[in-house]
T-cell receptor, first 113, second 113 residues
Framework: DTGVSQDPRHKITKRGQNVTFRCDPI?????LYWYRQTLGQGPEFLTY????????KSRLLSDRFSAERPKGSFSTLEIQRTEQGDSAMYLC???????????FGPGTRLTVL | AQTVTQSQPEMSVQEAETVTLSCTYD???????LFWYKQPPSRQMILVIR????KQQNATENRFSVNFQKAAKSFSLKISDSQLGDAAMYFC??????????WGLGTSLAVNP
């Protein structure tokens, strides 16, 4: 029984570059969530999917951020024209609708130079 | 809007002793879940325990138990027989109707041998 996986685990990029992260949820889970966590803070919600539908997107998320979940399986989070303020840990979680406990992946740590 | 407050940025406990971490929340919803997650240094978020708001009985999970006071909107975590491996950041989280998690700022727990 594999858990949530995320790739890459670490990403260093230069300001202005685009980056894409991938999340593979627990296989039978139909909900998938993205959170961002900066140092010393709790995670903050970015967006979530039920199957392939993106049901909510945080107002904190600028137009530079986009997420997809084609076919309701894995998800990608893309950040365009990265800024230093985007440096954070990006966490992915999945759950089964109705049971509502979210299980987290190891995260992708992004550093924007 | 819902909020979660953890008023203890840091706590410490002697190995084998008991420690209680505090959490309060604010909501107008009647159907919600509360969670405690553990995040060891540089490691992923792990579910410790969950509580459904409609259940009066406090959740327990081995050495971990909660004191859920719904009227007071309080949700504290008690760790009994503390072990060195319990050292981590502990986050209290709330999930309401849309099931996205709203997080406190966390409590850093040190376990002294």
């Amino acid at each position: 029984d594999t858990g949530v996986s995320q790739d890459p685990r670490h990403k260093i990029t230069k300001r202005g570059q685009n980056v894409t992260f991938r999340c593979d949820p627990i296989s039978e889970h139909n909900r998938l969530y993205w959170y961002r966590q900066t140092l010393g803070q709790g995670p903050e919600f970015l967006t979530y999917f039920q199957n392939e539908a993106q049901l909510e997107k945080s107002r904190l998320l600028s137009d530079r951020f986009s997420a997809e979940r084609p076919k309701g399986s894995f998800s990608t989070l893309e950040i365009q024209r990265t800024e230093q303020g985007d440096s954070a840990m990006y966490l992915c979680a999945s759950s089964l609708a109705g049971l509502d406990t979210q299980y987290f992946g190891p995260g992708t740590r992004l550093t924007v130079l | 809007a819902q909020t979660v407050t953890q008023s203890q940025p840091e706590m410490s406990v002697q190995e084998a002793e008991t420690v209680t971490l505090s959490c309060t929340y604010d909501t107008s919803e009647s159907d919600y879940y509360l969670f405690w997650y553990k995040q060891p240094p540089s490691r992923q978020m792990i579910l410790v325990i969950r509580q459904e708001a409609y259940k009066q009985q406090n959740a327990t999970e081995n050495r971990f138990s909660v004191n859920f006071q719904k009227a007071a909107k309080s949700f504290s975590l008690k760790i009994s027989d503390s072990q060195l491996g319990d050292a981590a950041m502990y986050f209290c989280a709330y999930a309401g109707n849309n099931r996205k998690l709203i997080w406190g700022l966390g409590t850093s727990l040190a376990v002294n041998p």
